[in-house]
Structure formats: C-alpha cells, structure tokens
C-alpha cells in the first residue's frame, strides 16, 4: 500500500493541449492543498507515491502514460517504471539525498488519442 495517493482528476469534457492546467486537478491524500501546475506534494524519503487518473465525468477513458523528471531535473524517484495499470502508477521517493529537494515533473496522460502534460512539483524533505 502507498504511504501518499495522488488522485489527478481530469475535466476531459473541456481540455485541450493549451488548457491542460486550467481542467486538471491534483488532491492526495498527504493533505497538501489541490491543485494543478501549483500542485506539491510534501513528502519525506523512501516514500511510496501511488498516483491515479479519473475523468470528472467519471465515464470518459483514459489512461496515465508516465510520470518523469522535466529535462535537466534531479529525478526524485528512486523506481520510475512505466505505469502498473492504464490509471494508476507506483514510484518511490530518493533516500540518498542530505537536503531536501524539489523536482518539477511531467504527469501525461492520454485520452481518445490525443498525450497531455501537467508539470505539478515534488518536495522531499529530509526527515
């Protein structure tokens, strides 16, 4: 079971490749406040974060493609494995790090065909 779930809950009714931000939002269960690109989880190492994908409809399909570290950041996943299922995907927090980190990250996703990008950010503390 995941220390933290990240549930990203998509409006596929309005979103296009320009609005992603303004029709996703982020809520986990950590109690860090929702959100999209402001979206941050607070977390601690060697934790396990589990995110999930659901339409706001709660009928259109869709599915989570990858969650990786935006080109030139420290990755803060010690796993960083394809998703498990087509809406749900695993990964660890680093424990080697003496400070703490943030990294901004891509979650993409697709729906009917079409790959979109949300860039939330992940803080590490230490201890």
Known sequence: MADITVTLMVDTANI?????????????????????TSFTIDTTTSKSIRFLIAA???STCLSLTGITAKTGQTD???????PSSSNNWV???IASE????TEKFNI???IG????????KLVIKQG
Do not use: I
């Open 76 to 82: 803060l996943f010690a796993t960083n494995e394809a």
């Open 108 to 110: 993409t996703f697709n």
């Open 56 to 58: 706001k409809n709660g």
């Open 91 to 93: 990964g660890t927090t």
């Open 113 to 120: 065909g079409t790959e979109y990008t949300l860039d939330p």
């Open 98 to 101: 003496t400070q703490d980190q």
């Open 16 to 36: 296009t490749t320009t609005t992603v931000a303004d029709n996703c939002t982020l809520f986990d269960t950590n109690g860090d406040a929702s959100g999209s």
